[in-house]
């Protein structure tokens, strides 16, 4: 009888690992990490905003920053798919719902390399983890240079506050990883 472990339970293994206490518990290891971030009052927020945080390691307090620019985008791709489907003005308009529909793509595609950033990060790839947050934060420019491409067509102003959000929040956890190099 071999031991199988199928891929959820290799995956929970992989957080409880992550998310152990340090040997020696850091009670600054949070402001540590974002003091080198460019948006550190996001990257706190952000961190405590779970409580595991508290018992992260670097390469927890990474996949805690991971999540919530993942939680970002997801959400981000929903809210466009909305306008796409629902009366928020864009089923009249076959120009701004092709814009939209792109722009959901392109989030989605966020969150596929945020998601491949995390499979990076679990098996210390920071180099690959690193490239695939870049990647993630210029997904939504791709975005809103569509919109600057099409004239007539305004850059939605809810749509601008979350790439702000989005990009914010991958150069937030660019810097997490920059932190577990040193």
Known sequence: MGLQISAASFFFLL???????????????????????????LCLSSLKSDPSSSRADPKGLASIALAVALANATS??????????????????????RLLRDCADKYGLAGDALQASARDLAAEAYDYAYMHVMAAEDYPSACRNAFRRSPGTAYPPELARREDGLTRICDVVMGIIDFLGR
């Not at 981000?76 to 719902?97: E, H, K, Q, R, W």
């Open 15 to 41: 957080l409880a690992v992550a998310f152990a206490p340090p040997t020696k518990p850091d009670a600054s290891l949070i402001q540590k990490a974002c003091r080198i971030t460019k948006y550190y009052d």
């Open 76 to 97: 981000t791709s929903s809210f466009l798919s909305s306008l796409v489907v629902g009366s928020g003005g864009a089923a009249g308009d076959p120009a701004l719902s």
